[in-house]
């Protein structure tokens, strides 16, 4: 038997027996839930993505919805999920798909992945599990799935080592049962041939996987060459005026667009330019939060005010503290605001 065919046969067997059948976005062929798990799903773990898919849903229960809705509020569901440029996307994706498309998915791979944010990868898994179409996927447990089973040297994310993993991956296509094909690779991905101790012994794979036989786990696929982080350093200020804090609505790019954050900047300047008096102040402890690129240390100054002005639909905001930690913050943010109590 071909080693192609003998790969796919012995990954749907597994999935039958061992694979994942009860995720919530499971089971169905609608392109909108699939679509919104697939992009939740990206970077992120299953556990994490649960409690904010089920959210998300009740909110945005279809396109038409999701494309009507305010930007604020599609980041303030997303918030805490990280990669905001995911739920901008998702937000311009579906209006796209209302204006253009009739509310309703194209049916096609090809046609799917030139809507905004969705790629190759995302467009195949979408077109699978929703049309059946025989399409195949390429995310990141994928790819270490490959890279491991063939033996594919160099770091997948040169554009000559994607190309040949594009190819391996077509060519490895069942004939049928594309969805189940399709979730069997992922999940054995994501539960057995982990990036760090992947559980070999019971891999339906382990007799046919080079890195198995021999011994190359930890060295496939290759590692991203080394490269430095850049690192980043930022003052954020607190005003609290008794029991209200200030907020600023970023601008649409760049880190956390759209969110509302604690304002960033001198505090002297930005009390001048907001008309109030600082009557007290206190350095706290840096904060240092990473992103896909570089680091970043946050340099927050709690600035007590002697009266919170009154705001308008500006980009700044007073709100209650407790009002303020529960109107989707960033991570940071969140964790800054929750150290304080109210005066």
Not at 81 to 87: E, H, I, K, P
Not at 285 to 308: E, G, I, N, Q, W
Request: proline share 8%.
């Amino acid at each position: 038997m071909p080693l192609q065919e003998e790969f796919s046969l012995r990954l749907l067997a597994w999935h039958r027996r061992h694979g994942r059948h009860d995720l919530p976005w499971q089971n169905t062929r609608d392109p909108y839930r699939i679509w919104l798990s697939e992009i939740m799903l990206q970077q992120t773990q299953v556990s994490t993505v649960i409690p904010y898919y089920a959210r998300f849903l009740a909110r945005f229960p279809d396109i038409a919805t999701l494309a009507a809705a305010a930007p604020e509020e599609v980041l303030a569901l997303w918030a805490g999920l990280g990669y905001y440029a995911r739920a901008r996307n998702l937000h311009r994706c579906a209006q796209v798909l209302q204006g253009e498309h009739g509310g309703a998915f194209p049916k096609c791979a090809a046609e799917i992945a030139t809507l905004p944010g969705i790629g190759r990868s995302t467009a195949a898994a979408i077109a699978a599990f929703a049309f059946g179409e025989r399409a195949a996927i390429l995310d990141g447990n994928v790819k270490r799935v490959l890279c491991r089973a063939f033996g594919i040297e160099g770091f997948p994310g040169r554009p000559a080592v994607e190309r040949e993993l594009w190819v391996l991956a077509e060519s490895l296509l069942p004939d049928t049962g594309i969805e189940a094909y399709t979730q069997g690779i992922m999940d054995l991905g994501a539960t057995l041939c982990t990036r760090s101790r992947p559980d070999c012994a019971i891999c339906p794979l382990r007799d046919i996987c080079v890195a198995q036989r021999e011994g190359r786990q930890d060295a496939l696929p290759a590692a991203k060459p080394a490269k430095a982080i850049p690192e980043r350093h930022t003052d954020y200020c607190i005003f609290v005026a008794r029991d209200r804090v200030l907020l600023e609505r970023r601008p649409p790019a760049g880190i956390w667009g759209g969110l509302l954050c604690l304002p960033e900047g001198e505090p002297d300047a930005l009390a001048a330019s907001l008309g109030v008096e600082v009557v007290e102040r206190e350095a706290l402890a840096p904060l240092r939060h990473s992103f896909t690129h570089f680091r970043l240390t946050l340099h927050p100054l709690l600035c007590k005010v002697r009266a919170a002005p009154a705001c308008g639909e500006g980009r700044f905001l007073w709100l209650p503290l407790g009002d303020a930690i529960d109107a989707g913050l960033p991570a940071p943010m969140l964790k800054l605001l929750a150290a304080l109590k109210p005066a």
